[in-house]
């Protein structure tokens, strides 16, 4: 993609302009803005991809936005960061106003900075340092299911599932066992909810009325905001403590914010307190609903899918053999099917369905001219709903991902999406989301069967921030005793 950021460079090619791209019609004044607004936007996003093509138009309050699907322009958009692309403006200030900044919001050599000290706290060794916990985490809520199975009471996985998420990414991430899994009135969940609501509302609202005033929940949600400042920085200072008496911590971090921690107290370093604060809340912000929803997206389309959850089964089975539960760090690389599940899941239910940015200078995206300051929305799901690169695309068929031989690019199908972004913003905690999911949903396969719940209201596709479910109509079988 062709950058134009000053007079000197040569002159841009392109055979379209914005004007120039097709896109639904709006209405006078608003534009396309009350069509883009409510917890079901991403789905009139992707049914205007259906309508429209790779690259549309739409026209929010007179501005131009530019939506784009077509893979190798979504790649490229995404790689252009963080010179050529910022965040959206309106997200980062939704999100700094809750106080939830971090490496998320930064840009620049602010945001450079930033990603070498959460990249520090989340990479492989530090994940696998945290692995024990992870299993010990996981094992705690399979007994909570079989002691509510034997007294016939029902399992709520929506909620179970976010509370395990929520003692992973704070275990990880602040050192500390909240289990949250078996406290139902868990303040920092209670929280953490809170600023999901909120933060859910505000990036789906066609009016933003708390600029202007303050109803109950905005102030709840900054008072949510305030005490989850204070659990974080009571965190950060008992682990302060802690790495003072146990030296080894600085070589050998076994969680995030001691790595982090680690890397701050680096003369060399110039991280300041409040950029260790800021990450330490976005990663447990960013870390929970995701890796939670993936979960739970994935337990609906393996129930609905007989044939798919056989076969996860199997495969589980021949990993563990007689274990109840991943405990060998080995065997988180024996599970092809596993992970082609959760690929084929992202790619039917992506939890991060939009990536929104904005052009730092004049530029041309695919063949189209874009201006500076022009917002350029791209799709996670890219072709992943393209029937011509993935047939009976609403079907979901985990073998699609299973090859003998690593295809060739044209065919790689992970080419085709970016469930986790991509480029230099790549998300950072991928790794960890999927060390969890493996861990998780192993430990499901290998004692449960799921039966779709006819009962229970259907799964609808919510925003919540991140893409939910509204239900999660799967009822857990044991499988067998022990
Ligand atoms: C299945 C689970 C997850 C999904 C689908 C997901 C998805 C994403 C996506 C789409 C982005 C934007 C990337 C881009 O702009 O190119 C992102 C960024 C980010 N994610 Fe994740 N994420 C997941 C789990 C996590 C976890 C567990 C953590 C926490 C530790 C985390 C922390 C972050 C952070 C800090 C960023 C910002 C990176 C930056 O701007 O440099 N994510 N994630």
């Given at each position: 993609m062709?950058?134009?950021t000053?007079?000197?460079?040569?002159?841009?090619?392109?055979?379209?302009?914005?004007?120039?791209?097709?896109?639904?019609a709006g209405?006078?004044?608003?534009?396309?803005a009350?069509?883009?607004?409510?917890?079901?936007?991403?789905?009139?996003?992707?049914?205007?991809?259906?309508?429209?093509?790779?690259?549309?138009?739409?026209?929010?309050?007179?501005?131009p936005?530019?939506?784009?699907?077509?893979?190798?322009t979504v790649?490229?958009?995404?790689?252009?960061?963080?010179?050529?692309?910022?965040?959206?403006?309106g997200?980062k200030?939704?999100?700094?106003?809750l106080?939830?900044?971090?490496v998320?919001?930064a840009?620049?050599?602010?945001?450079?900075?930033?990603?070498?000290?959460?990249?520090?706290?989340?990479n492989?060794e530090?994940?696998?340092?945290?692995?024990p916990?992870?299993?010990?985490?996981?094992?705690?809520?399979?007994?909570?299911?079989?002691?509510?199975?034997?007294d016939?009471?029902?399992?709520?996985?929506?909620?179970?599932?976010k509370?395990?998420?929520?003692?992973?990414?704070?275990g990880?991430a602040?050192?500390?066992?909240?289990?949250?899994?078996n406290?139902?009135?868990?303040?920092?969940?209670?929280?953490?909810?809170?600023?999901?609501?909120?933060?859910?509302?505000r990036t789906?609202?066609?009016?933003?009325?708390?600029?202007?005033?303050?109803?109950?929940?905005?102030?709840?949600?900054?008072?949510s905001?305030?005490?989850?400042?204070?659990?974080?920085?009571?965190f950060?200072?008992?682990?302060?403590?802690?790495?003072?008496?146990?030296?080894?911590?600085?070589?050998k971090?076994?969680?995030m914010?001691?790595a982090?921690?680690?890397a701050?107290?680096?003369?060399?370093?110039?991280?300041?307190?409040?950029?260790?604060v800021?990450n330490a809340?976005?990663?447990?912000?960013?870390g929970?609903?995701?890796t939670?929803?993936s979960?739970?997206?994935?337990?609906?389309?393996?129930?609905r899918?007989?044939?798919?959850?056989?076969?996860?089964?199997?495969?589980?089975?021949a990993?563990?053999?007689?274990?109840?539960?991943?405990?060998?760090w080995d065997m988180?690389?024996?599970f092809?099917?596993?992970?082609?599940?959760?690929?084929?899941?992202?790619?039917l239910?992506?939890v991060?369905?939009?990536i929104?940015m904005?052009?730092?200078?004049?530029?041309?995206?695919?063949?189209?001219?874009?201006?500076?300051?022009?917002?350029?929305?791209?799709?996670t799901?890219?072709?992943?709903?393209?029937?011509?690169?993935?047939?009976?695309?609403?079907?979901?068929?985990?073998?699609r991902w299973?090859?003998?031989h690593?295809?060739?690019?044209?065919?790689d199908p992970?080419?085709?999406?970016?469930?986790f972004?991509?480029?230099?913003?790549?998300?950072?905690g991928?790794f960890?989301?999927l060390?969890?999911?493996?861990?998780?949903v192993?430990?499901?396969?290998?004692?449960?069967?799921?039966?779709?719940?006819?009962?229970?209201?259907?799964?609808?596709?919510v925003?919540?921030f991140?893409?939910?479910?509204?239900?999660?109509?799967v009822?857990?079988?044991?499988r067998?005793?022990?």
């Amino acid at each position: 993609m062709d950058m134009n950021t000053n007079a000197a460079v040569p002159a841009l090619s392109y055979s379209r302009r914005i004007e120039d791209l097709p896109g639904p019609a709006g209405h006078p004044f608003v534009g396309n803005a009350l069509q883009l607004s409510g917890r079901q936007m991403h789905l009139r996003l992707t049914g205007w991809v259906r309508e429209f093509g790779p690259m549309f138009r739409l026209n929010v309050f007179g501005n131009p936005m530019v939506i784009v699907s077509d893979a190798t322009t979504v790649n490229n958009v995404l790689r252009e960061r963080p010179e050529g692309f910022r965040r959206s403006g309106g997200l980062k200030t939704i999100m700094n106003d809750l106080n939830i900044g971090g490496v998320f919001t930064a840009e620049g050599e602010t945001w450079r900075k930033q990603r070498k000290l959460v990249m520090a706290g989340l990479n492989a060794e530090v994940i696998r340092n945290f692995f024990p916990t992870m299993v010990v985490m996981t094992e705690r809520m399979l007994e909570r299911w079989k002691t509510a199975l034997a007294d016939g009471k029902p399992v709520d996985l929506r909620r179970d599932l976010k509370a395990m998420a929520l003692d992973t990414i704070v275990g990880i991430a602040m050192g500390h066992d909240i289990d949250a899994v078996n406290d139902d009135g868990n303040p920092l969940q209670r929280n953490i909810d809170n600023m999901f609501q909120r933060l859910g509302q505000r990036t789906t609202a066609s009016f933003h009325y708390w600029k202007y005033f303050k109803l109950p929940v905005d102030r709840e949600a900054e008072q949510s905001s305030m005490e989850i400042e204070q659990a974080v920085t009571e965190f950060i200072d008992n682990t302060r403590a802690r790495m003072k008496q146990q030296a080894q911590l600085q070589a050998k971090p076994g969680n995030m914010l001691e790595a982090m921690i680690a890397a701050s107290d680096n003369p060399e370093s110039d991280f300041t307190d409040e950029e260790l604060v800021s990450n330490a809340i976005l990663s447990v912000i960013g870390g929970e609903d995701t890796t939670a929803n993936s979960i739970a997206w994935m337990l609906i389309l393996l129930a609905r899918n007989p044939a798919a959850a056989a076969a996860l089964t199997a495969e589980v089975d021949a990993v563990l053999g007689e274990a109840t539960l991943v405990r060998d760090w080995d065997m988180m690389k024996q599970f092809p099917y596993l992970e082609a599940a959760h690929s084929e899941a992202q790619r039917l239910r992506a939890v991060a369905p939009y990536i929104g940015m904005v052009s730092n200078a004049d530029c041309v995206v695919g063949d189209t001219f874009i201006p500076r300051n022009t917002a350029v929305i791209v799709s996670t799901a890219g072709e992943g709903l393209d029937e011509t690169q993935f047939p009976q695309h609403e079907q979901y068929r985990p073998e699609r991902w299973i090859f003998e031989h690593r295809p060739p690019k044209e065919e790689d199908p992970s080419r085709k999406l970016f469930p986790f972004g991509g480029g230099a913003r790549l998300c950072p905690g991928r790794f960890l989301a999927l060390t969890e999911i493996k861990i998780v949903v192993s430990m499901i396969m290998r004692h449960f069967e799921l039966e779709a719940d006819a009962d229970a209201p259907p799964a609808k596709q919510v925003l919540n921030f991140f893409m939910a479910p509204s239900s999660v109509p799967v009822r857990l079988k044991l499988r067998r005793p022990g």
